[in-house]
């Protein structure tokens, strides 16, 4: 069951503003969004939770951010021609079938970058893991920097439309960010993201040894895992 209390919850709730804003012409194309303090001051949220929104945003195309100049409004942000409907992505039901869709993609996906990927490519996937790890130090739950993560392997298959298809999906496929986890403490909270993590490392050492079989394997047990998790959750019992 949701939480709307929750940082991802609320990051939601920020991001479905300044979606509705985007796309009811409010703030047009090339607009700059309100700054990081004008949204907290508006909105009564954190920092952190404005930056998981307008990750979530770009993830989505509906923004581009510019280094040290702030967030704005893609050219043509309507032109996506498929997309998860952010509001209905908090149903167990929802995040079950979006689950069974990204293993019918993703698992081919690693395979193909541990068969294609360059050291450029292995080198930001990696980076995308120590992103992850970094943000987890800091005590928040990394929705975006997984989403990165993703799509790092995604590029790295050089097939153009796996990142496509991904940033179709946005970043509401990480079900976390929508979806209130039985783990209520802290410290299950950590555990239970430390061990996506290690999921996670299997998957970059499959990558990175260039090995398809491996790669596709650590990628179908990391989303199964994921799957049975939220299975569990919505039959009522921890994942």
Not at 108 to 137: G, N
Not at 139 to 152: L, N, S, T, Y
Request: overall charge positive.
């Amino acid at each position: 069951m949701a939480d709307k209390h929750s940082p991802n919850n609320l990051a939601e709730r920020v991001m479905a503003r300044l979606s509705a804003d985007i796309r009811g012409g409010r703030l047009a194309p090339g607009a700059r969004l309100p700054t990081e303090q004008e949204l907290t001051s508006t909105m009564g949220v954190s920092r952190t939770v404005v930056r998981e929104a307008v990750a979530a945003l770009r993830a989505d195309g509906l923004v581009v951010t510019r280094r040290g100049s702030g967030a704005y409004v893609a050219d043509n942000p309507t032109a996506s021609p498929f997309r998860i409907v952010a509001p209905h992505i908090g149903r167990i039901e929802d995040v079950l079938d979006v689950m069974q869709l990204r293993l019918a993609v993703e698992v081919e996906a690693a395979a193909l970058a541990a068969e294609r990927a360059d050291r450029k490519h292995v080198a930001k996937v990696r980076a995308a893991l120590r992103d992850i790890d970094r943000v987890l130090r800091h005590g928040e739950g990394a929705v975006a920097e997984d989403f990165a993560f993703h799509r790092a392997i995604a590029e790295a298959t050089g097939n153009a439309q796996f990142p496509r298809f991904l940033a179709f999906l946005g970043s509401h496929v990480i079900p976390r960010q929508s979806v209130r986890l039985s783990a209520d403490t802290p410290a299950e909270r950590r555990a239970y993201l430390e061990r996506i993590q290690r999921e996670h490392g299997c998957i970059v050492a499959g990558i990175a040894a260039g090995d398809p079989v491996e790669a596709r394997r650590a990628m179908r047990d990391h989303l199964t895992r994921s799957l049975e998790r939220y299975r569990k959750l919505a039959e009522g019992s921890n994942p």
